[in-house]
């Protein structure tokens, strides 16, 4: 978003208190609209719309009653407006959306003093402008109408300076009698916030600090400690690994930093003309994630064999670069044609490979760093200079630390940003354990499972209403500045920390003092601190990293790991626990977004479920919503299932996050919580490998899912290749791409010309890895409705932007791995010499599937009030309000990506009581969650059809800028919604009539072909051919 | 003016037709002839002339595809040209349905207001009664008396009538013409 | 006079004349309603207004209380509304093309057809409007000069082809059974006892006297109608297909609906028409008015009819074959052997194979089994446009949005009440208005009356057809 305003003037470095309140008002002179609102519309606070209600009626009145003489009451501007505010326009700020393991450098929207949109920070070396769902959705975090809004002693709402008063007696008293006091925190990427609770410690020196991450990589740290003497997490670069070798990890979907692995990940596997080359990609996993749903040979094997194929590779490895085996292991067959071929290539590209294993085990990931360390690897892809500083939790501390609440030796506990008594296997005792500690606080942004417990609850900042800092890996920082003022009666837990410890200073002092202490210092390219704070804050990003990092020396214990995984028993059934891509470890449950979001695998929403295994399935006759309860020990659990084709036989997965009771309307008894399966081996949290048993509880749970049909039934739809066919033949199973001329030449009518001005979509199919960040950005930038479950199970869902995800199996009869079964009614059946059955050995395809535009758009010809049709630039666009909702277009697109507006979804329409009752109960249309609409969008009303418009508000805002400054509209200028969240760059969007636009550029090449072009409906949407990295692999294995 | 009727009534189609004719060769001037169902043959007896509702029809029609097309024409090339489905702006294959509609509702409205109107029929008129029965199952064959019919000449239909068949032969004096 | 064949079996039964035939046609309009008639008129009326309930639901609520999904945007509604034009379609037909070919035997039966057509044509309209997203602003589907500048309609749109189509069928249909009514209402008008009936009736036949010169105008008029009606009725239902077949969805984009769509309207509207029909003669009497002739050269009708939409299917599955498009290929499998196979088979048993059966004499001028026969043509022709819709665009070009369909209450009530709407209707009708259109019949009594076709084959027993036969037969004395 190079063109956009960052940040300006100075007095928002001075005088930021003031000039915070008067940039957050409207009107320096208050209206009254609230207490007119109160006595008219609702009793409630006014919200945007109801603002806007008024206005409407207050100029109609106007002009209805223009004739009599009643004086119009006059809007009066800013008497002193800040210099930066132009009402109507947006301003982007600079910030950091960093919360626990989840870190992505954004920029905020702003508009009228409101956030409403999340965007990538270009500027970030880390994330390089991608973002994630749960950051696109971050901003309706900001306006969930269930945080809380004032400080809690146990029940009761109390002042915070009554609140601080009493906490710091009680901690000096402790001090006094030398009790012990406890920091229990998630994850703190800050760096200020780690020295504030420092100074914390030093007022009171009894006091430790223990991190706790739900989902931990603690075990990662403790290998490295062992292995290197250096409890980090590294930074990996799979954008310089040649070979990766995944085992059971999603570094893609949700370890440890995703969209960074993500952006780096796509570097390498993206084609053209000049780099005919990518990164082989091998994933051995128990379930489908969404990394190995991306793999080009996944080896689904039940979480004890993936481990042992780990110490089968490092034998391997070992053996060819004459180290000595580690101890035998037994694996199935298929695991070890796979060892060998994963061997190979990995020797083949020493130093340019990179083997990451998920699995939080010690030995695991000792062996895993004894595999990286063979291969030399350390320095190259894997850099443990420039760590990694998200998941600094350590499981045996957050272990010790409730033995010490449970045998009451801690006097004072103080959780913040943390939720154990939800997400700690046993969550209750916990609870219990808390009720010994003299003082209990939580700092956290509801009262949740854990702040209902302690005796304090006091309600934190959202990270739009705040100052602070973040370093995700060692020497790059970036900044978070607020772009609103808090909503509620909220304070950082950084300013509690302060107050509490006796400094006086505030929290953005702090900051700025560690800065120039700690990071000026750092840098040579400011002399200046002014300057250097000014650059940073504007461009949110501070890269200090040092470019070659030391080489290590690997001291690691292979041997005992080899033997302690030996060792390991597998059972019939072994348990998965994973991290669904929206909802992450239940964090972001309440967010309507992100649980409307389907998963990118499931396509599922509103639920967490067992996934079965397609053959176990089928032999147990349990069908897709049969409840079934899963027991392990005695810890059982019922939920619906989910037959899921590429998970390993012997494999069952659930997802954790789910079955929330205090995270709101929306989160609350969505799914079941998994977190009771969650083991601990002594050292770390385990979440793979619990033995469990499978009996069916009867009855049935509907599963809400977005896509029903999985296979793409063998039409050239989704187009796919590997890349020595794709080496051979750049247009290889893109044939048909030179027909599509002929198309328009045979068509009857001459069609228009489109000039200067013609926007088009191209989306790289190659890249595209189905996270599902460009959907939710979408329906934050669209004001798309959410519709809650019932309405997504009667196919009602809203989403312009969706993901289509097919399987397809090898074919058995083929030598060619590209030989896909994909037609439905061949599975089971007798298909050239064998029958494909083996529901493990599934392949994806992702489809980003949004309104083609269509120049022949069949939808336009059957409107009969003309509400669509085709814009002279080229796009079809929709006229809401003169719609009547005949849904002819809908049925005529044969890509069936209209959406209606089946019921009042947003309150827009003319009747009342009438809303839809599950888009009222999640909490959507709060007047406080409505602040979050993009006031360029128009809200549909029930009875209308609705889709994407290529982000049309995007286009018409450029032009304008484009005309004032009297200059031609540029040919990438204009960037979707989709296309800035996407982290994996495959959406681009631009004017094809711009010859040295990308957009044209990429409508040359080969991999590009138009669906449904048969049709002769011209989309303006086009798709690039996805790549395999495979053949080589079967001749090898 | 007085409506004064000498009415014959018959009970057969075929000896009405024979009455009309009987009577027109004796140049007596027939007021009109009640059906209770169109006989065939009868206005020729009666030396009707030819209806021209259906001219009528066609000019309406004719009007409508004018309207209908001219109308479709101007709003899709000059009012309001506007891209639908990439097709041109003057899709005259897509006007024709609509054309042949309109053709059809302004000829088939216009005939029947024509018909009634020239008729005299609408709803709610009210009309003093020659005889009930001529809806039923009775032929009525009409004279005007105030139509300079001389005494003679009313002997003379009155003898004609009943000759040809007439089953009753009565004068009417109706306030109004029925 | 034109006199007709002896061998011709007679269309009027039993020893008629004009008096008799008043008498007839006007006794269920002065006789007191009978039990029968009040029971039928109140069920009726209660399914009407169930069905009006659940219309206002829809509205208030949204679509959203239908099945309707993202996919299949089109379900009971458009089904309904194509299943009632259809056979609104044989009450135009057999009035106006029966009429252009002389049909005789069509005057017992026109009457009550059209009037069929009329209120069929209303609860068909019923659904394009109500499955509107926003019914309130229907008005927006009307060309009318507004204040929003020039913003018109889209003409190129099928379904604005139909707000045409529709609307003027439905006035000239009107046109052409009321001026029809109108002499017929006059002979009710001068038997009337009662004041009100007097009024009623007066206001009803327009002044109507049967002067020859009307009769004249009237006979011209009914003409042109007919010869105006009869491409119209072709041209609705060819524009009701054009909503499908000139859409890109598989098994929609068929350029051989238009007949297909005609001759299935004919096919089912002869089945209604027969099934009220029966009903009529049974309860009202009218059995020497709708003879068994009638009901088989109908049945004949409908054995053509079945025949060439058993082939138009044939065809179908033949070109989607011949196309070689997998997506015209998969969506006829689909048809045959997907989800919704029942609905394919039903259609296939009722409309083509059942209606075989008329082939045989004794089965077609069975009343009983004709009557069952025309409610399982029913039944298949809804089965068909069911399919049509619902199974071509639930799984259409994406497998990943195909999707199930399966209908509410509220769709299934809206559905019921038509039909109880369309009963009120006609048992209204019946009561009130001539059901048989009294002058054709009289018109035909000479020639095609049995006892007056005696009378004239004994007196005529050698002499030539053709000879005048006057005085050959005396008028009835009264």
């Keep these: 978003m190079d063109t956009n305003k960052y940040w300006k003037g100075l007095d928002e470095l001075h005088k930021e208190a003031s000039y915070m309140e008067l940039r957050n008002k409207e009107f320096a002179e208050e209206i009254p609209v609230e207490e007119i609102i109160a006595d008219t519309l609702t009793k409630k606070t006014s919200g945007r719309r109801d603002f806007l209600k008024l206005m409407g009626f207050s100029v109609t009145a106007a002009t209805v009653a223009a004739s009599c003489k009643i004086p119009v009451k006059q809007a009066i501007p800013y008497a002193i407006k800040p210099e930066e505010i132009v009402p109507g326009l947006a301003n982007y700020y600079a910030s950091t959306f960093a919360d626990g393991t989840d870190y992505c450098s954004v920029l905020v929207k702003v508009r009228d003093g409101r956030p409403i949109k999340i965007e990538g920070n270009s500027n970030s070396a880390i994330t390089k402008g991608g973002t994630s769902a749960r950051a696109q959705a971050s901003v309706l975090a900001l306006y969930d109408s269930r945080r809380q809004r004032k400080p809690t002693k146990g029940t009761g709402e109390i002042e915070w300076s009554q609140a601080d008063n009493e906490i710091i007696e009680k901690l000096k008293s402790i001090k006094a009698s030398n009790g012990q006091i406890r920091i229990l925190s998630g994850t703190l990427l800050s760096p200020s916030t780690r020295q504030v609770i420092n100074n914390f410690i030093l007022e009171y020196p009894t006091t430790k600090h223990v991190v706790y991450e739900p989902i931990s990589y603690s075990a990662i740290a403790d290998a490295n400690e062992k292995s290197f003497g250096k409890r980090v997490i590294p930074g990996y670069n799979f954008d310089k690994a040649n070979v990766i070798v995944g085992f059971a990890c999603d570094f893609l979907g949700t370890w440890v930093s995703p969209v960074e692995h993500t952006k780096q990940y796509v570097t390498n596997r993206k084609l053209h003309k000049d780099k005919q080359t990518m990164s082989r990609h091998y994933h051995v996993e128990s379930r489908l994630s969404l990394t190995g749903s991306n793999a080009d040979v996944r080896i689904p094997l039940k979480p004890s064999d993936v481990k042992r194929t780990l110490v089968a590779l490092y034998n391997k490895i070992a053996s060819s670069t004459g180290g000595s085996s580690a101890g035998t292991v037994t694996i199935p067959s298929k695991a070890e044609a796979a060892v060998s071929a994963m061997a190979n290539d990995l020797l083949a590209s020493k130093g340019t490979s990179l083997v990451v294993c998920g699995l939080n085990d010690l030995s695991c990931q000792i062996l895993t760093n004894a595999i990286n360390n063979l291969l030399g690897n350390y320095g190259s892809t894997i850099d443990l200079t420039n760590h990694s500083l998200v998941g600094q939790a350590n499981d045996k501390a957050v272990n010790d630390l409730i033995g010490e609440l449970n045998n009451g030796s801690v006097a004072a506990v103080i959780i913040y940003n943390a939720n154990p008594a939800y997400s700690l296997p046993n969550g209750t005792a916990f609870g219990e354990a808390l009720k010994k500690a003299g003082l209990s606080i939580t700092i956290n942004d509801r009262a949740d499972e854990t702040g209902s417990l302690t005796q304090y609850s006091l309600p934190d900042n959202h990270y739009l209403e705040s100052w602070n800092d973040a370093e995700p890996k060692a020497g790059s920082y970036s900044l978070v500045q607020p772009t609103i003022a808090p909503l509620f009666s909220t304070r950082q837990g950084q300013d509690s920390l302060l107050i509490w410890s006796g400094k006086t200073t505030s929290y953005d002092a702090v900051i700025r003092d560690y800065w120039k202490n700690n990071i000026f210092t750092k840098q040579n390219k400011f002399s200046s601190f002014e300057d250097f704070w000014e650059n940073s804050v504007r461009y949110g990003v501070c890269d200090t990293t040092t470019s070659s990092p030391s080489p290590t020396t690997f001291n690691g214990d292979v041997v005992t790991a080899a033997n302690v995984i030996a060792n390991i028993k597998s059972s019939e059934i072994e348990l998965v626990l994973y991290e669904s891509v929206g909802i992450g470890n239940g964090k972001y449950a309440n967010s309507p977004w992100l649980q409307e979001m389907p998963d990118p695998i499931t396509k599922a929403t509103w639920d967490n479920y067992i996934c079965l295994p397609v053959q176990y399935a089928m032999d147990n006759k349990i069908a897709d919503g049969d409840l079934v309860s899963i027991k392990s020990g005695n810890t059982e659990l019922t939920l619906p299932a989910l037959r899921q084709p590429g998970l390993a036989n012997g494999t069952f997965a659930v997802a954790l996050g789910y079955g929330r009771t205090l995270a709101g309307r929306a989160g609350n008894g969505v799914g079941k919580n998994a977190y009771v399966f969650v083991g601990f081996d002594g050292q770390n949290f385990s979440y793979d490998g619990a033995a469990v048993t499978l009996s069916i509880a009867g009855g049935v749970h509907a599963l809400a899912m977005t896509q029903t049909h999985h296979s793409i039934e063998g039409r050239p739809i989704v187009r796919e290749t590997t890349l020595s066919e794709y080496k051979r033949n750049n247009a290889a199973s893109n044939e048909d791409r030179v027909k599509e001329p002929e198309y328009a030449e045979n068509s009857l009518y001459p069609g228009h010309e489109y000039s200067p001005l013609k926007w088009s979509m191209s989306v790289d199919l190659n890249s595209c890895i189905g996270c599902g960040a460009c959907g939710v950005a979408c329906t934050a930038e669209n004001n798309v409705p959410v519709v809650g479950k019932d309405e997504v199970l009667r196919a009602h869902e809203m989403h312009w932007m969706r993901i289509d995800r097919y399987y397809s199996f090898t074919n058995p009869n083929s030598s060619l791995l590209a030989d896909r079964v994909t037609k439905e009614k061949e599975y089971d059946h007798h298909y050239g010499s064998a029958f494909v059955t083996d529901y493990e050995n599934v392949n994806v395809a992702f489809q980003p599937l949004m309104c083609q535009h269509c120049n022949n758009a069949p939808c336009e010809n059957v409107c009969p009030v003309a509400a669509t049709n085709q814009s002279t630039e080229g796009y079809n666009q929709m006229a809401y309000n003169r719609c009547v909702g005949t849904r002819y277009c809908a049925n005529n697109c044969p890509f069936k990506v209209r959406r209606f507006n089946w019921l009042d979804y947003t309150t827009a329409d003319s009747f009342p009581y009438n809303t839809a009752t599950e888009t009222l109960r999640v909490g959507m249309l709060d007047n406080i969650t409505r602040m979050v609409l993009n006031p360029d969008v128009t809200v549909r009303s029930r009875g209308v059809m609705e889709k994407c418009s290529f982000c049309v508000q995007r286009i018409q805002d450029v032009k304008l800028q484009a005309k004032k400054e009297n200059r031609t509209v540029g040919g990438d200028e204009v960037k979707t919604a989709c296309q800035t969240a996407c982290p994996s760059d495959a959406i681009v969007f631009g004017n094809i009539k711009d010859p040295n636009s990308t957009v044209s550029k990429l409508a040359t090449n080969e991999r590009t072909y138009h669906a449904l072009a048969e049709l002769d409906i011209a989309p303006a949407v086009s798709y690039m051919v996805k790549v395999r990295n495979i053949e080589e692999i079967q001749s090898k294995a | 003016m007085a409506n004064n009727y000498i009415i014959g009534l018959f009970k057969d189609e075929e000896v009405l037709i024979n009455a009309v004719k009987n009577i027109r060769a004796e140049g007596i001037k027939i007021y009109d002839v009640l059906t209770p169902f169109p006989v065939h043959g009868l206005d020729n007896a009666m030396g009707l002339k030819e209806s021209r509702l259906h001219i009528t029809g066609f000019v309406y029609g004719f009007a409508g595809t004018a309207i209908a097309l001219g109308f479709m024409s101007w709003v899709f090339t000059s009012d309001w040209p506007m891209i639908y489905g990439g097709k041109p702006y003057f899709t005259f294959p897509a006007f024709i349905p609509i054309v042949f509609e309109f053709t059809v509702l302004l000829s088939g409205i216009g005939m029947t207001l024509t018909f009634l109107l020239r008729s005299g029929l609408y709803p709610g008129r009210i009309r003093e009664k020659l005889d009930d029965r001529i809806t039923d199952d009775t032929f009525c064959i009409v004279f005007n008396k105030d139509n300079k019919l001389n005494a003679e000449q009313e002997i003379k239909i009155n003898s004609i009538l009943k000759e040809s068949g007439a089953f009753e032969i009565k004068e009417k004096n109706l306030k109004r013409h029925y | ?478």
């Design chain 3, 1 to 478: 006079m034109k006199a007709e064949s002896i061998i011709r079996a007679p269309l009027i039964e039993g020893t008629k004349d004009y008096h008799k035939i008043t008498e007839d046609i006007c006794r269920p309009i002065e006789a007191k309603p009978s039990r029968s008639w009040l029971i039928s008129i109140t069920l009726s009326a209660i399914l009407m207004c169930w069905g009006f309930f659940a219309l206002g639901w829809t509205v208030w609520y949204g679509i959203g209380v239908w099945g309707l999904n993202k996919t299949v945007g089109w379900g009971w509604d458009i089904t309904n509304f194509v299943w009632w034009i259809g056979i609104g379609h044989a009450g135009t037909l057999i009035s106006a093309i029966l009429l252009l070919f002389r049909q005789k035997w069509r005057t017992a039966v026109n009457r009550a057809a059209e009037a069929m057509t009329i209120f069929a044509v209303i609860c068909a309209g019923l659904f394009p409007i109500f499955h509107m997203g926003r019914v309130w602003l229907m008005f927006f589907t009307l060309p009318y000069p507004n204040s929003r500048g020039p913003l018109w309609v889209n003409f190129n749109s099928p379904l604005l082809w139909d707000v045409f189509a529709i609307s003027t069928y439905f006035t000239i249909s009107l046109l052409f059974w009321y001026t029809g009514l109108i002499p017929d209402v006059a002979s009710v008008r001068d038997r009337a006892k009662s004041k009100i009936a007097k009024v009623a009736y007066n206001i009803m036949s327009f002044g109507w006297t049967g002067s020859a010169k009307h009769w004249q105008r009237h006979e011209s008029l009914s003409l042109v109608l007919a010869g105006l009606s009869t491409p119209l009725v072709l041209s609705v239902h060819t524009i009701v297909s054009f909503d499908f077949a000139t859409s890109v969805v598989p098994g929609w984009h068929t350029t051989i609906f238009p007949p297909y769509f005609v001759a299935g309207a004919i096919f089912s509207g002869f089945a209604m028409v027969l099934t009220l029909m029966i009903i009529t003669r049974k309860v009202l009497n009218l059995k020497e008015y709708i003879t068994i002739g009638h009901i088989e050269s109908m049945n004949k009708i409908i054995v053509l009819t079945g025949s060439i939409v058993g082939c138009a299917y044939l065809t179908e599955l033949f070109t989607a074959w011949y196309s070689q498009s997998i997506y015209e290929q998969y969506a006829f499998m689909n048809r045959a052997m997907g989800p919704y196979w029942w609905s394919y088979w039903g259609m296939m048993t009722c409309n083509v194979i059942s209606p075989q059966l008329f082939w045989f004499p004794k089965l077609r001028r069975n009343v009983a089994f004709t009557f069952f026969m025309t409610i399982v043509i029913n039944i298949g022709m809804w089965f068909e446009r069911f399919v049509i819709i619902v199974t071509s665009i639930h799984r259409d070009y994406i497998p990943s949005s195909w999707a199930l369909y399966s209908p509410t209450w509220v769709e299934i009530s809206i559905y019921a009440g038509t039909i109880g709407l369309f009963f009120t209707a006609f048992l209204l009708f019946a009561k009130t208005l001539p059901v048989i259109a009294m002058a054709e019949v009289k018109a035909i009594l000479k020639t095609s009356g049995e006892a007056q076709k005696s009378a004239y084959a004994a007196s005529h027993a050698h002499a030539d057809i053709q000879s005048h036969g006057h005085g050959a037969y005396q008028p009835t004395k009264p």
